[in-house]
């Protein structure tokens, strides 16, 4: 495994999606995102070699079968708000710096019954934070709109992310979500910008 961490401040001016792009060196990139300021995890379950100086929010894995971005378990509001308050799903235990990471989840509909038909329709939700890897240039004959990154000959690996994925509020106002657990769910923090680097894993 070769480290390397670039650091970056991300500019806010496009309301929708945070672009970046950085140059594979070797492997696969693991891209790690600190948006919330003392908080996040400092170290990662299963790589205890590795340590970080602030706190990670959000871990991204470029895998060729596997290409997701996953939030510490401490910052999912999804477990938060189902699990937690609502109690419509089971809650996961969660304290800061837990090392872990889980998958960003997004409800489809709460649990509901269906007269007509006599049936429950149970709670489900999908997994909002999986990649789309192809090409998004609109001239492209391959073009696809739904496309989340690309990896061009020369090994530049293009990115977008949505802001609400990010637990961005107000990407105009540098807004997002801050600690629920201790404020609940309307809480909020303004940052100055997002901290951003990766490492590289070795191909197995």
Same mark, same amino acid.
């Given at each position: 495994?070769?480290?390397?961490?670039?650091?970056?401040?991300?500019?806010?001016?496009?309301?929708?999606?945070?672009?970046?792009?950085?140059?594979?060196?070797?492997?696969?990139?693991?891209?790690?995102?600190?948006?919330?300021?003392?908080?996040?995890?400092?170290?990662?379950?299963?790589?205890?070699?590795?340590?970080?100086? @602030?706190g990670i929010d959000f871990l991204g894995v470029f895998r060729e079968n596997e290409a997701r971005l996953t939030v510490d378990a401490y910052y @999912?509001?999804?477990?938060?708000?189902?699990?937690?308050?609502?109690?419509?799903?089971?809650?996961?235990?969660?304290?800061?710096n837990s090392g872990e990471f889980t998958k960003i989840l997004y409800t489809l509909n709460k649990e509901y019954y269906l007269p007509e038909e006599?049936?429950?329709?149970?709670?489900?939700?999908?997994?909002?934070?999986?990649?789309?890897?192809?090409?998004?240039?609109?001239?492209?004959? @391959?073009?696809?709109?739904?496309?989340?990154?690309?990896?061009?000959?020369?090994?530049?690996?293009?990115?977008?992310?949505?802001?609400?994925?990010?637990?961005?509020?107000?990407?105009?106002?540098?807004?997002?979500?801050?600690?629920?657990?201790?404020?609940?769910?309307?809480?909020?923090?303004?940052?100055?910008?997002?901290?951003?680097?990766?490492?590289?894993?070795?191909?197995?």
């Amino acid at each position: 495994m070769s480290t390397v961490i670039h650091h970056l401040m991300l500019f806010f001016g496009e309301l929708i999606f945070v672009y970046m792009s950085f140059v594979i060196i070797k492997g696969y990139p693991v891209l790690m995102l600190d948006v919330a300021p003392n908080q996040g995890n400092t170290w990662v379950k299963g790589k205890e070699a590795l340590s970080f100086e @602030d706190g990670i929010d959000f871990l991204g894995v470029f895998r060729e079968n596997e290409a997701r971005l996953t939030v510490d378990a401490y910052y @999912d509001f999804y477990n938060y708000q189902y699990g937690h308050k609502l109690e419509l799903i089971s809650p996961k235990n969660t304290v800061r710096n837990s090392g872990e990471f889980t998958k960003i989840l997004y409800t489809l509909n709460k649990e509901y019954y269906l007269p007509e038909e006599e049936r429950i329709i149970p709670f489900s939700a999908y997994e909002t934070g999986k990649w789309i890897k192809g090409n998004a240039n609109p001239e492209a004959k @391959d073009y696809n709109s739904l496309v989340d990154y690309s990896i061009s000959k020369d090994g530049v690996l293009e990115l977008r992310i949505p802001w609400l994925l990010i637990q961005a509020k107000d990407p105009s106002q540098k807004e997002f979500m801050g600690d629920f657990y201790k404020e609940g769910s309307e809480a909020s923090l303004f940052v100055e910008g997002i901290k951003a680097g990766a490492w590289f894993e070795a191909v197995l």
